[in-house]
């Protein structure tokens, strides 16, 4: 059974920060793609940060880029992948998802951590 578990959302003040971690089990992640994604109220769900199988390559977008560190743990039978998040604006208050895939994060979903940014 594929299992992909979110945690460490919550309310934190501007400037502030919170680490995400996502448990994805249930196939060889070890072998994927991870990444995370927003979406806030009224608005569609956007990309924020991926990672290749290694750890090798990260990606993110502009908006977050030099405040947020996606990272990962690939152990045996579950990885773990990691969103570290500083400077916190009210802008990043959003549900955040973990999701992973062959190629691009996008096959395999979590059921998301809300994150609340207050000003």
């Known amino acids: 059974q594929v299992q992909l578990v979110e945690s460490g959302g919550g309310l934190v003040q501007a400037g502030g920060s919170l680490r995400l971690s996502c448990a994805a089990s249930?196939?060889?992640?070890?072998?994927?793609?991870m990444g995370w994604f927003r979406q806030a109220p009224g608005k569609e769900r956007e990309f924020v940060a991926a990672i290749s199988w290694s750890g090798g390559s990260t990606y993110y977008a502009d908006s977050v880029k030099g405040r947020f560190t996606i990272s990962r743990d690939n152990a045996k039978n579950t990885v773990t992948v990691y969103l570290q998040m500083n400077s916190l604006k009210p802008e990043d208050t959003a549900v955040y998802y973990c999701?992973?895939?062959?190629?691009?994060?996008?096959?395999?979903w979590g059921q998301g951590t809300q994150v609340t940014v207050s000003s």
């Open positions: 999701a992973a895939g062959d190629s691009f994060p996008e096959d395999y």
């Open positions: 249930g196939r060889t992640f070890s072998s994927y793609a």
